[in-house]
């Protein structure tokens, strides 16, 4: 059974990333589940889906400190899971920060340094610079592909199917900048 | 046979494709609201429709079962509140085609203002209630459900709890059935609920339970899965899940119909066990009512918690099972919290900011702009289920006539065609003088942008007459209604603080679509 989280903030596409992992998973035979709460995604909240895939599933929920991967599009929301990390889990995580309202309205700090606090604290940690590859891909809207190539080196999950996933289920005229991201989300982890 | 990966509503709304339904209505609620656009954009031959209300939704579901249609109604689960009225009658009169209404529970009340247990609703209404464990199970209860409702002339609840409803799983596809019309025919002992009648149903409905008792004893839908006999888990919907997950050698009578119980299932699966233990989300609905069976449960609330969802970890802990332990260290960092909050240039925002500088106490309603109650805002004071900020804001006139000058009520377009308009001619009726303010941004925002009466155009997408919301007000008697823009209007706070001090009723409707639309 292979346990993955996956963390962000609402329009970051984090449910997309799920559905895509899920296709190629599918396609890969395996049993695959998912959980999501998306009451407000759309409303800039903290976003959290559990996606578990083996031979067999029950739970939709991924128990405490059994995630296999932790996928965060974002520093904080990486912090925010990390008790769901396992033993040998390994965490893939954007290094940006995005401003919550709490911060923006000065009721609470965004706290400096998060991304060192984690390269010393999680012992199987990428910290992905992905401003820059967003960047030279030339689209900012891409980032949710991009953090799953970076997870699908360690999946056992052929690259096709990958590729025929994101065809399935990206918009046509998207299509070919995803496969560059993802192509360059691997490029990182390789 | 086909497979695919859905969205548990998606699966509810191909289970209700396959039983060859006629006709579904429904009203947005979180998570139930992709079951009808799932249905509407797969299934163009069901006719699925949006309503102002789940009353109506009902009502509109129950008149198209009498036609002999198979026909389905979907509602969060405190739609079914809305709903109860005609829920607990349709009990007694029965249907004609077949009747599914699909209640979406939300433990944990990950979008909801609470967590309210509807299986209560089955018993109290004497309803049949099947309870689904997975999306694919979904699918296919759904068309048992129809089934059991035509073979018992009884309306059927299906729950589908948020990590059903919005969990993503294999579903198999299977063949569509078209089914014909069954005649109505007249039937006013049946159909016309005078007391004379009514009382004659109720002896045959609490019949149809004892048969119906019978049924879920000898159904598929409850089954035991033997195991370990020392301790026998009864559970239902998705905690079954989490019982397999932390303890798959254990005994388990899974229950897929929770209403009516099976009682000899029960009485000998607790025969086979040392000792039973159930596992159920909030209430202890199964463990009261094995408990009133005279059949002895060792543990149930004691050990698992009546708030909140259930998780795997909890139900592990429950049956003292081990659990993994976090080794990552806490963060010594505070994190900042991430509510949702208002969208940067929300037509909404312009109103709460004059609000707060007026420093009014604000009546408010649900939708996107409670946000407002939050930071930065601070501008909403009440807020409790749909349709209530009008009544309760001529409650608070009525008790203290000085709270019509310091308070408005501020209700969205799609609360107010829901239920504001009644109140609002409460307000008329019995001369009340305060201020509603009503935003109007064209869309079901809170739920993800679903069309309403007012918007001109249906579920699928069809223009239709739109109703006019400020002439309905002025319908009900109110002599001031005023419509603005709220980026246009250069004197918002003036407005608002005119229309509270005006010893007369006055609407505001505050007109811009919204953004993300
Ligand atoms: C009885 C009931 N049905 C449905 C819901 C879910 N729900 C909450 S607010 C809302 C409507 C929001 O629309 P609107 O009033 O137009 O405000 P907006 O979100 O567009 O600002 C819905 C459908 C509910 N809470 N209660």
Redesign the interface.
């Known amino acids: 059974m292979t346990n993955i989280i996956m963390a962000g ?2 329009g970051q596409g984090v449910l997309l990333a ?2 895509v992992l ?2 190629a998973a ?1 396609y890969s035979n395996y ?10 995604a ?5 976003v959290e889906a559990h996606v578990r895939f083996g031979s067999d ?10 995630a296999d991967f932790i996928v965060s599009f974002e520093l ?2 990486a ?2 899971k ?2 769901y ?3 040998h889990g390994v965490l893939f995580v954007n290094n940006e920060k995005v401003i ?6 000065g ?5 400096e340094a ?1 991304d060192t ?1 984690l390269d010393n ?2 012992p199987n940690v990428h910290l992905l610079d992905t401003l820059q590859a967003r960047k030279d891909i030339g689209s900012k809207r891409c980032l949710n592909i991009l953090m799953l190539g970076a997870l699908s080196n360690r999946l056992d999950i052929p690259e096709e199917n990958w590729l025929s996933a994101i065809r399935e289920l990206v918009k046509p005229k998207y299509v070919d900048t995803n496969i560059d991201a993802f192509n360059y989300g691997r490029s990182c982890t390789a | 046979m086909n497979k695919r990966i859905m969205m548990g509503n998606e699966a509810v709304a191909r289970g209700t494709y396959e039983a060859g339904c006629h006709v579904a209505a429904g009203y947005p609620g979180t998570p139930s609201t992709e079951i009808l656009e799932a249905l509407s954009r797969n299934a163009p031959d069901v006719k699925s429709q949006w309503s102002p209300n789940e009353k109506v939704a009902l009502e509109v579901a129950f008149g198209s079962a009498l036609a002999g249609a198979r026909a389905l109604a979907t509602m969060k689960h405190v739609g079914v509140n809305v709903a109860a009225d005609p829920l607990f009658t349709f009990s007694y009169t029965g249907v004609n085609g077949g009747l599914v209404i699909i209640s979406a529970d939300d433990p944990g009340q990950w979008s909801s203002q609470n967590e309210q247990d509807n299986r209560n609703y089955a018993r109290h209404a004497k309803v049949p209630m099947l309870e689904p464990s997975s999306p694919d199970e979904a699918r296919r209860f759904v068309k048992q459900a129809f089934q059991l409702s035509e073979d018992y002339d009884r309306p059927v609840l299906v729950k589908v709890p948020t990590r059903i409803a919005h969990s993503r799983a294999i579903v198999a596809e299977e063949e569509v059935c078209t089914r014909e019309l069954k005649r109505f025919q007249r039937d006013p002992q049946k159909y016309v609920m005078i007391p004379i009648h009514g009382r004659q149903r109720h002896i045959v409905i609490e019949e149809k339970q004892t048969e119906l008792a019978n049924v879920s004893d000898h159904t598929a839908l409850n089954r035991v899965e033997w195991g370990d006999t020392k301790q026998g888990i009864v559970t239902d919907s998705v905690a079954y899940q989490y019982v397999k997950e932390v303890a798959p050698e254990a005994s388990v009578l899974k229950l897929g119909m929770v209403w009516p119980l099976p009682r000899e299932t029960i009485q000998d699966f607790a025969a086979g066990v040392d000792g039973l233990i159930v596992v159920e989300e909030l209430d202890p609905f199964i463990e009261n009512e094995i408990r009133a069976m005279g059949i002895p449960v060792a543990h149930g609330k004691d050990v698992i918690p009546n708030c909140g969802e259930l998780t795997p970890d909890i139900v592990a802990q429950a049956l003292n099972k081990p659990r993994a332990e976090n080794h990552i260290p806490a963060c010594p960092e505070t994190l900042p919290p991430r509510p949702p909050r208002l969208c940067k240039g929300c037509p909404h925002a312009p109103i709460f900011t004059a609000l707060k500088e007026l420093d009014l106490n604000v009546i408010g309603d649900i939708g996107c702009y409670t946000l407002a109650a939050l930071a930065p805002y601070n501008a909403m004071h009440t807020q409790a289920c749909m349709g209530a900020s009008v009544g309760m804001h001529f409650g608070m006139e009525k008790a203290s006539p000085q709270m019509a000058e310091n308070s408005v009520a501020v209700i969205g377009d799609s609360t107010f065609v829901h239920s504001g308009i009644t109140p609002l001619i409460d307000i008329v009726y019995n001369q009340g003088t305060g201020t509603v303010i009503i935003l109007d941004n064209r869309t079901t925002a809170m739920t993800g942008h679903q069309e309403h009466p007012a918007t001109g155009v249906t579920l699928s997408g069809e223009a239709t007459h739109a109703l006019d919301i400020p002439k309905i007000c002025e319908a009900t008697g109110v002599q001031r209604v005023f419509t603005v823009d709220p980026f246009e209007e250069e004197d918002l706070k003036g407005l608002i603080q005119t229309e509270v001090e005006t010893r007369e009723p006055s609407i505001i409707v505050v007109n811009r679509p919204c953004l993300l639309k």
């Open positions: 903030v609402g799920c559905r899920m296709e599918f049993d695959v589940k998912e959980s999501e709460i998306h009451g407000m759309q409303r800039g909240g903290s599933v029950a739970s939709p929920l991924i128990p405490n400190a059994a904080c929301e912090v925010r990390l008790d990390l396992g033993k919550p309202s709490s911060v923006q309205a009721l609470a700090e965004y706290p998060l606090w604290n999680v």
